[in-house]
């Protein structure tokens, strides 16, 4: 029988695993915590938002996702969840998530297959060596500990939220055995920027160069936070410009004239009713137009053509993104040309495949990280049985 040892116990090690085995393969699932799908826990602020029905291939970075997601799509994903006992439920945007509201029900699911199929799970194996011979793999833990393969299966995930397990280990581990790997980046992370303002969230528009984000922006002491945000810091970099619009259903020249006709007030209440008090109050002093004391009806026009632009454009140089620990996701990761789409079975290591984060491959907020991390586990664990091209 073919022995498949799966390396990481995440979405898409332990989606390989059911893979392998529902393929034939002896299988054995190894992690380096005490136990499996930690980071599962987390997602989709503790709902797990596993999947969304809108998703299209353009979501992602890369056109290599097409044959993973074709292999096991999101149709086959709410089946597959269904099965082994999941109901979800779709939301706004598409994003799917369990019925139950519990990121736990879907690893406890997921657990409960791994049993149901006898896959072996070795916890507390820090991997840290893999030597290649010519039957198969060696695969050696810190502690020394040693394992055989005949396949072996890479879901060491990236580095984001390294608590969890993914502190990047894979990067090396693959890059040992001959891979390369593209310069990787924290994403779906807040960022930091020249200026903050604590505690407020206002719904916006967020451009950076040619994306443009709706939804809730949260202004932090350190920079700026939020969906949107966060699909903008796959791209952002430092010194870039991030522009909020906070009232995007107005035109400048509508805004313009609006304020003309508001009445006569100090300044420190003239945008109360537009936007978030603090962040008019905030805004205008950013404008120059002088003390907040004074009253709206000194206003000149030019003043008010420049409020009205700043609500609708206001530039916040990012100076940074937060750390690694407060990532959803690594931008870039194993150079997709190392590997065949078809089965995600490396070109370089026959006999190695490798999923999820790992790869240079990433989406944007919405349930598309842990679609990738689904499709690429379940194309492997399907390739690496045999079941494959
Ligand atoms: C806070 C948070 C919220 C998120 N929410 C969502 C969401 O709602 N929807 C969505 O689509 N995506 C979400 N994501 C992203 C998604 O969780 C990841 O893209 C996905 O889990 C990646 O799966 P993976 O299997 O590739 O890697 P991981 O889930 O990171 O799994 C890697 C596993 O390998 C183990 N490992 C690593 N190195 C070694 C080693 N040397 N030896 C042994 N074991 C090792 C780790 O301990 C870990 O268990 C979120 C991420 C975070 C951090």
Request: include cysteine; proline fraction near 2%; aromatic fraction near 8%.
């Amino acid at each position: 029988m073919n022995k498949v040892v799966v390396l990481g116990g995440g979405a898409s090690g332990i989606m390989a695993a059911i893979a392998a085995s529902e393929y034939g393969a002896e299988v054995t699932l190894v992690e380096k915590n005490h136990r499996i799908g930690k980071k599962l826990l987390m997602t989709g602020n503790g709902r797990c938002n596993f999947t969304n029905i809108n998703l299209k291939a353009e979501d992602y970075n890369s056109a290599f996702v097409c044959d993973a997601l074709n292999s096991f799509s999101v149709t086959q994903t709410i089946e597959f969840f269904k099965e082994i006992g999941l109901i979800s439920l779709a939301e706004d945007g598409g994003r799917v998530y369990p019925a139950s509201g519990q990121a736990s029900a879907v690893l406890d699911v997921l657990l409960l297959e791994l049993e149901r199929r006898k896959v072996k799970i070795i916890c507390y194996f820090d991997i840290d060596k893999i030597s290649k011979s010519k039957v198969g793999f060696e695969i050696f833990s810190k502690n020394k500990e040693k394992i055989y393969a005949d396949k072996i299966i890479a879901s060491f995930g990236g580095k984001a939220a390294p608590k969890t397990g993914s502190d990047g280990s894979g990067y090396r581990i693959l890059e040992s055995l001959g891979h390369s790997i593209t310069t990787v980046s924290c994403a779906l992370v807040q960022l930091k920027t020249d200026r903050s303002i604590k505690g407020v969230r206002a719904k916006a528009k967020v451009t950076h160069k040619d994306l443009t984000e709706m939804g809730e922006v949260q202004f932090t002491e350190y920079g700026l936070s939020g969906i949107p945000i966060f699909n903008v810091s796959r791209y952002a970099k430092t010194g870039d410009i991030v522009t909020l619009d906070l009232m995007p259903d107005y035109s400048e020249k509508e805004l313009f004239e609006y304020l003309k006709t508001r009445k006569a007030q100090k300044l420190e209440t003239y945008l109360v009713g537009i936007v978030n008090k603090q962040l008019g109050q905030m805004l205008l002093k950013e404008c120059g137009i002088g003390k907040l004391s004074k009253n709206s009806k000194e206003l000149k026009e030019f003043e008010i053509e420049k409020i009205a632009k700043t609500i609708k454009n206001w530039r916040f140089t990012v100076t940074g993104k937060m750390p690694w620990e407060n990532a959803q996701v690594t931008k870039g990761g194993i150079r997709l040309s190392e590997v065949n789409s078809k089965t995600m079975e490396s070109k370089l290591v026959k006999g190695c495949y490798i999923t999820g984060e790992l790869l240079d491959i990433d989406a944007p907020c919405g349930g598309f990280n842990l679609q990738w991390a689904w499709s690429s586990g379940y194309l492997a664990g399907k390739s690496a049985a045999g079941g494959g091209e």
